[in-house]
C-alpha cells in the first residue's frame, strides 16, 4: 500500500529553522501538501505544490515557509525559517491524484496521509 513518510521534526527556538521532508512510497504526478494540527483544532492547510512546481500558501506561513519536491525521488520538502511558536504543532505531508484546485487546503480532498512529526518553537 502507499505510504508517507515523514521526518525532520524537532523541537526549534523561535526565529531557528526545520526542513521537513516527506518520503513516498510512490510517484504522485498531482498534488502535494502540508498540513499542520494542534490539539483541539482543525487539521490546516499550510503549502501545497503541484507537479508543475506551482507553490501556494497559508497567509500565516507564507514568506517564512518553502514547500518543495523532488520527483526522482519521491520525496517532499517543506523549509520552515523564522520560526514562532504558533508554529508549534504535529506536521502531516498529504497527497492526492487529482490537481491541487483552488480548495487544497482542504483536508478532506487527501486520500494519502503521513504518521505526522512534531514541531515544537520555544
Known amino acids: 500500500h502507499v505510504q508517507l513518510v515523514e521526518s525532520g521534526g524537532g523541537s526549534v527556538q523561535a526565529g531557528g529553522s526545520l526542513r521537513l521532508s516527506c518520503a513516498a512510497s510512490k510517484y504522485f504526478k498531482y498534488c502535494m501538501s502540508w498540513f499542520r494540527q494542534v490539539p483541539g483544532k482543525e487539521r490546516e492547510g499550510i503549502a501545497t505544490i503541484d507537479t508543475g512546481e506551482t507553490a501556494r500558501y497559508a497567509g500565516s506561513v507564507q514568506g517564512r515557509f518553502t514547500i518543495s519536491r523532488d520527483n526522482v525521488k519521491n520525496t517532499l520538502y517543506l523549509q520552515m525559517d523564522s520560526l514562532v511558536p504558533e508554529d508549534t504543532a504535529v506536521y502531516y505531508c498529504?497527497?492526492?491524484?487529482?490537481?491541487?484546485?483552488?480548495?487544497?487546503?482542504?483536508?478532506?480532498?487527501?486520500?494519502?496521509w503521513g504518521q505526522g512529526t512534531q514541531v515544537t518553537v520555544s
Open positions: 498529504a497527497a492526492k491524484d487529482i490537481w491541487c484546485g483552488a480548495l487544497w487546503y482542504s483536508s478532506e480532498l487527501y486520500s494519502y
